[in-house]
Every structure is written in C-alpha cells, then in structure tokens.
C-alpha cells in the first residue's frame, strides 16, 4: 500500500527561507525520515501540518521507533574497512607513500600548528560568522543537488562572506577529498585579499591519524571529530594527532556528556550539533540548552537544521560564535536559476542568505529584507512523495 505524505500551510509563508527545510521537498521519505519529520514538529516551524492520506482518508503518523537504524553505526562500520584499505596501501607502498611521508613528519614534530581555522571563524560577543558546507546528498534527506562544480559554489560562498568552507567528503554524502582539494586550490585566488581565501573543514567520520594526514595533504585547515564517534579515549588520540599534523578540529557533540568529554579533551572549538547521528532528528534547542555550559575560552559553533535568519540571529545572541550551514544554503544557490551566471551572482538567494546571517538584524524586529521573497499562499499544500506500507 501506497500512502501519500503531503504539507498544508495553515498560515501563508512569508520567505522562501521559511520553507526550504527538507519535510517540503523531500520525495520518497522511508520510515525513519518520517520520524525525523514529527519529531521537528514541522507544525511549529512554518505553520503547516503534516498530515498523511491515503485513497481519501487520513491515516495516524504510526511509527515504529524502533525500526528506526541507527545511522552513525552503519556508517563507521563502512569507514573502518575504507581505514584499513587505506592503511594496507600505505603500508605496501613503504616511506615514499605522501601520507607515510606526513605520518613521520607528525610524529618527528615537524609540522607547525596553523591557526587560519579559528581565527577565521571566532567572532566577539554580539556577532557570528559563517562555514558554508558543500554538501550533495545527505541519508536523512537523499539528494539534495548534484553540485557538477564545486568551484562555483565555493566562490558564492566566499562572495557571500562566509569564514570558512566545510567540505563533505564521505560517500553517504557524495562527497570525495577531490572536491575538498578542488576548493581549497580555488580558494587561492583570494589570496592577497581580504579576507583571505576560506579555510577548509573536512567534514567526515574520522576514526584514524591516517585520515587526518590525508585531510593535511589535501590542503584542508581543520577536521570534524565527533565525540559520539570515537569515544573519550578516542577523541584525546585524535586530537594531539590533528595538533601533530598542524590542522585545528571542530569538535562535535550532541549532548551534556559529550560536552564535558569535549571540554575535558582540551577542545578548543566545540560544536553542537542540533542532528542526533544515531536517528538524525533534528532539534535546534539543543544548541540553546547547551550554550550555557560551553568553558568560556572555546568557540562555540551551532550546527545542523539552521534553515533562516532568525534562526541565525537567535544563535549569535545566544552567545554562538560560529554557525555551519549545509542545506539550507544549498537549497537556495540552486533555486536561483536566473540570471545564468547565478552562482557569481548577488541575485543568488544563498548569497542574500549568507549576507542576511551575518548582518546585524535583530530578533526583535525581525528580517526587513533578506532574500527575494517568494509568497506562499494560505492553504498551500506541498507533496511530500509517497511511502510504501
Ligand atoms: O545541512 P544542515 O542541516 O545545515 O547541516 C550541516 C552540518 O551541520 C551537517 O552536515 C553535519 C553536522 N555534523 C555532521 C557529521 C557528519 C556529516 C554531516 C554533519
């Protein structure tokens, strides 16, 4: 049985950024993204309601929580067979393998820290600053945009003022570290202006030093550790080893305990990730529940689900440094088909977005003009695919 998943606006929508979060787009939902949409009470967010029907009538959202897989796993069990793959041809090809070579320049103590991440991204109090992912595809939400060149979107993101440039390279994503060497070789051309180019994140699942050298060798300036990942013992390694390799990590936790892991590891830049790893639910609050308990030496970055403006402005006044930014940006380079040559172009709405995010608006009065405003109409309703029963 075929159930049809569709959005009805009860109230119209202002801006397209109020609707580009991914219930209204998303075609061919499975189980667990349907989790993932009532549990982001897409209701609160934009004025609609989900519901689900099928052959005329409504059907109860029932699901089964439990059938819900628990993502995080899948994906490291898959890095752990990349990892040793990697390491057995390292280890075949001996010294003169380029990540060999950077293995022992590390463990000598040859390679100076560089700190182009943080000082980039750090922002005073009252302020915050953006790092723009490229991200194609996610398993949360399938494709979200082929992305044919990335050098185009990193010259919109670098035009729209963004700090610093995240860079999926893991397969779940369609991501590959030659899109992260791409961006980082065009990104020279800023070179000798200000700002500088952007620093490059690679943002994956790091379970090894080896994925580290190999972030180092592609010109990245910092790697993503995520604390639910690799554990405490996990995250001290893997920090002196990106301090080894003179790269700076984002360090990315999703609850208290994570923080305090994170805090005790001497992480200098500490993420909250608003997405739960393990079933992707996305809840922004998370990033305002834990700013308090942030030390106050560490750069505090919001991460994940952060769709408008006003999301952005609520962070900064929360005491955010740094928020990072995929979808929403993506979604938004790419509905700007006009004028042809949009990615270079202050007509992309991802440009007037990334402006709009770190201007100095504030929440209480609310966006004047962000982006182009596309109206919604009252009672609007958007098809959110089927789901097979
Ligand atoms: O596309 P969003 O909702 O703006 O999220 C970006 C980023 O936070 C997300 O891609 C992310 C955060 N932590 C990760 C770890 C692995 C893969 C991806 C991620």
Redesign the pocket.
């Known amino acids: 049985m075929f159930i049809q998943l569709e959005a009805f606006c009860v109230q119209p929508l202002t801006g397209r950024e109020f609707c580009a979060g991914r219930p209204l787009v998303c075609t061919q939902p499975s189980r667990w993204q349907l989790q993932a949409f009532s549990r982001r009470q897409l209701s609160v967010r934009t004025g609609s309601t989900l519901r689900m029907s099928s052959a005329g009538g409504t059907v109860a959202a029932d699901i089964d929580y439990r059938s819900v897989p628990d993502v995080l796993k899948e994906i490291l069990r898959r890095k752990q067979q990349e990892v040793a793959s990697l390491k057995a041809e390292v280890a075949q090809a001996g010294a003169e393998h380029p990540l060999q070579r950077r293995l022992d320049a590390a463990a000598a103590g040859q390679i100076p820290k560089s700190r182009q991440f943080s000082s980039a991204i750090r922002k005073p109090k009252g302020s915050i600053s953006v790092i723009a ?1 490229i ?1 194609r595809r ?1 398993p949360s939400s399938g494709l979200i945009a082929e992305i044919p060149d990335v050098r185009q979107l990193s010259d919109l993101y670098y035009n729209g003022g963004a700090a610093a440039i995240s860079v ?1 390279t893991d397969a779940a ?1 369609d991501g590959t570290l030659d899109d992260l060497q791409t961006v980082v070789k065009h990104q020279q051309k800023f070179r000798g202006r200000y700002p500088g180019p952007c620093p490059v994140l690679r ?1 994956d ?1 790091i379970i090894d030093e080896i994925q580290i050298a190999e972030a180092a060798e592609r010109g990245a300036a910092a790697v ?1 550790l ?1 604390v639910a990942a690799i554990g405490e013992a996990g995250l001290r390694k893997l920090l002196e080893a990106t301090h080894r390799h003179g790269l700076e990590a984002l360090v ?1 936790i999703h609850d208290e305990e994570e923080l305090e892991i994170a805090k005790a590891a001497g992480a200098e830049i500490i993420g909250t ?1 608003a ?1 739960d ?1 393990r079933t992707f639910n996305v809840d922004l609050n998370r990033c305002f529940e834990l700013i308090g308990r942030y030390p106050p030496n560490v750069i505090p970055v919001a ?4 769709h408008d403006v006003m999301d952005a402005w609520r962070l900064r006044d929360a005491g955010y440094s740094s928020i ?5 940006l993506i979604r938004a380079a790419e509905s700007s088909k006009l004028p042809s040559n949009a990615y270079q172009s202050s007509f992309n709405e991802a440009y007037g977005l990334l402006r709009a995010f770190t201007s100095k608006g504030s929440t209480k009065f609310g966006p004047i003009s962000t982006t182009r405003i596309f109206g919604k109409g009252e009672g609007a309703k958007e098809s959110l695919g089927y789901l097979e029963m």
């Not at 991460?303 to 952060?306: A, N, Q």
């Not at 990072?324 to 929403?328: D, F, K, Q, S, T």
């Open positions: 992912e991200k996610s999926l994503f943002k699942f993503l995520i990315e990730n997405r790893l991460e994940s689900g952060i990072l930014v995929g979808e929403a």
